[in-house]
């Protein structure tokens, strides 16, 4: 079964809109860590945020915030004010930290920001 | 070193060879995980150690793959009696001790087989 689900392959937004990528988890551990990295077309990954289970607040790292409904086990991420250099692709991951520390990726989502 | 490092960069190989990829992590990291990640498709887990203990090969295809950590620093990588279908950029990470750390990534060794 799929332990990170992101269900929007592409998404086309106007610059300087407001874009949320979705990201469910599978997890029956109570201790997990959720990531959002983001790989543009040069390959690298890089790190955009982190949110723990147990955190009382939603994440947020200047125009990026995670929206943590851990009921619903959805972890979306919120790019504030798209800019053409958010074009990437964004994906999901998690750690869950009882089990091992292994980190799950989800198959991600393509953003493509318009001018 | 300042970052994680791969190699080599790039590595095309005669089916049936074997190849071995290397990984040098942060200093200082404790875990090192190791993913393959095809075109336009998520990161896939192979395997990952905590200092020198592998923690978790469950993701390694089949026998073919290995991987070692010997001194809890460097890992490699090896693919015995390479395929076509192990064609892939392979990707290595390294974090601080297990909790609330995001994994850092190398930028990863593109395999091609033919």
């Known amino acids: 079964a799929q332990k990170i689900t992101q269900t929007q392959p592409g998404m086309f937004v106007q610059e300087k809109e407001a874009v949320t990528l979705d990201c469910t988890y599978d997890?029956?551990?109570?201790?997990?860590?959720l990531f959002w990295y983001k790989q543009p077309s040069s390959g690298e990954m890089i790190f955009l945020i982190y949110?723990?289970?147990?955190?009382?607040q939603n994440a947020t790292e200047g125009r990026y915030s995670l929206n943590f409904q851990k009921a619903r086990k959805s972890a979306n991420l919120v790019i504030s004010a798209s800019q053409l250099g958010d074009s990437a692709m964004y994906f999901c991951?998690?750690?869950?930290?009882?089990?091992?520390?292994?980190?799950?990726f989800g198959k991600g989502t393509r953003l493509h920001i318009l001018p | 070193g300042a970052g994680v490092s791969q190699s080599p960069r790039y590595k095309v190989t005669k089916r049936g060879q074997d190849v071995a990829l290397r990984c040098d992590p942060i200093?200082?990291?404790?875990?090192l995980y190791w993913y393959r990640q095809a075109l336009g498709q998520g990161p896939e887990f192979l395997t990952y150690?905590?200092?020198?203990?592998?923690?978790?090969k469950s993701g390694l295809p089949n026998d073919r793959f290995s991987a070692e950590r010997p001194e809890g620093s460097i890992s490699t990588l090896t693919i015995q009696r390479t395929e076509q279908r192990d064609s892939a950029m392979y990707r290595c990470?390294?974090?601080?001790?297990?909790?609330?750390?995001?994994?850092?990534f190398g930028q990863g060794t593109r395999l091609t087989v033919v």
């Open positions: 949110q723990g289970s147990y955190d009382q």
């Open positions: 997890t029956s551990d109570p201790s997990y860590g």
């Open positions: 200093s200082g990291h404790v875990s």
């Open positions: 150690f905590n200092y020198e203990a592998q923690q978790d």
């Open positions: 990470a390294s974090s601080q001790p297990p909790g609330d750390t995001e994994a850092f």
């Open positions: 991951a998690m750690r869950e930290s009882d089990r091992d520390d292994k980190i799950i």
